[in-house]
């Protein structure tokens, strides 16, 4: 069962999610997030989602600590050891080495993210 999660923000619609207001629309346009019922996200999980996917053409700056943060609220996180973690989320598997610099700013990193979070049904 999918429940609907509306959030605002400058991003489009992606993945087949229904628009409330024009894209167009700028920043403060709401939009609709297919979301499981089981996993309604807070203020701040909706933002740091938000913000992984809104910019493909260069990487989003995810805090580490904020990415651990929104994988623990949908998923869960193993830490292996020497810095890589295995993200679980809705039956999907991965592994990520942690940043050096305590932030997610490479743009492979993030595109491997976003592959990760989609391929998890987890996309805004």
């Given at each position: 069962?999918?429940?609907?999660?509306?959030?605002?923000?400058?991003?489009?619609?992606?993945?087949?999610?229904?628009?409330?207001?024009?894209?167009?629309?700028?920043?403060?346009?709401?939009?609709?997030?297919?979301?499981?019922?089981?996993?309604?996200?807070?203020t701040?999980?909706q933002?740091?989602?938000?913000?992984?996917?809104?910019?493909?053409?260069?990487?989003?700056?995810?805090?580490?600590?904020?990415?651990?943060?929104?994988i623990?609220?949908?998923?869960?996180?193993?830490?292996?050891?020497?810095?890589?973690?295995?993200?679980?989320?809705?039956?999907?598997?991965?592994?990520?080495?942690?940043?050096?610099?305590?932030?997610?700013?490479?743009?492979?990193?993030?595109?491997?993210?976003?592959?990760?979070?989609?391929?998890?049904?987890?996309?805004?």
């Amino acid at each position: 069962m999918v429940t609907r999660i509306g959030v605002t923000g400058p991003w489009r619609a992606m993945n087949g999610a229904t628009s409330l207001a024009n894209p167009a629309a700028g920043p403060g346009a709401h939009y609709i997030v297919d979301m499981p019922t089981h996993r309604l996200l807070s203020t701040e999980h909706q933002q740091t989602l938000i913000a992984i996917f809104r910019h493909h053409d260069a990487p989003p700056r995810i805090e580490w600590a904020d990415l651990l943060h929104l994988i623990e609220g949908i998923g869960s996180v193993h830490d292996k050891g020497h810095g890589v973690y295995q993200f679980i989320v809705n039956g999907e598997h991965h592994e990520f080495k942690r940043p050096h610099h305590d932030a997610l700013t490479n743009a492979d990193e993030s595109a491997e993210l976003r592959e990760f979070l989609k391929r998890a049904k987890m996309t805004p």
